[in-house]
């Protein structure tokens, strides 16, 4: 078996990419949602500091997805599985996004 040339539609980790690619997605959710529990589980400070970074998390991991659906398009791989990980990726954030909001907007008149 030959090693694939750099412009060969064959992907540079064989037929590894949908499990890089379900790797990529499961650290990122279960490392966002990991935040948003620590947050519920803390004081308002550090809650409130929580929740703004979880959904940044999953959109800096749904950005490293689309640079690394670039880098599979030029090198001439399957780049629309990396792009249909990552627009999943971008939907989760703006889940998130709208999921953390309320807590960061609400009042604190006790």
Do not use: C
């Not at 409130?48 to 998390?57: G, I, Q, R």
């Not at 090198?75 to 249909?84: D, P, S, T, V």
């Not at 954030?93 to 309320?102: C, T, W």
């Amino acid at each position: 078996m030959t090693s694939p040339t750099p412009n060969s539609p064959t992907p540079k980790n064989g037929n590894n990419d949908f499990r890089a690619i379900v790797i990529h997605i499961a650290i990122t959710v279960v490392f966002g949602l990991g935040l948003l529990i620590v947050a519920h589980a803390s004081a308002e400070s550090l809650q409130n500091a929580l929740f703004v970074v979880a959904p940044v998390v999953v959109l800096i991991g749904a950005l490293a997805m689309l640079v690394r659906t670039y880098r599979v398009w030029k090198a001439g791989g399957r780049w629309q599985l990396w792009q249909g990980g990552s627009w999943f990726l971008l939907v989760f954030f703006i889940v998130m996004l709208f999921n953390s909001a309320p807590v960061l907007f609400e009042s604190n008149t006790e």
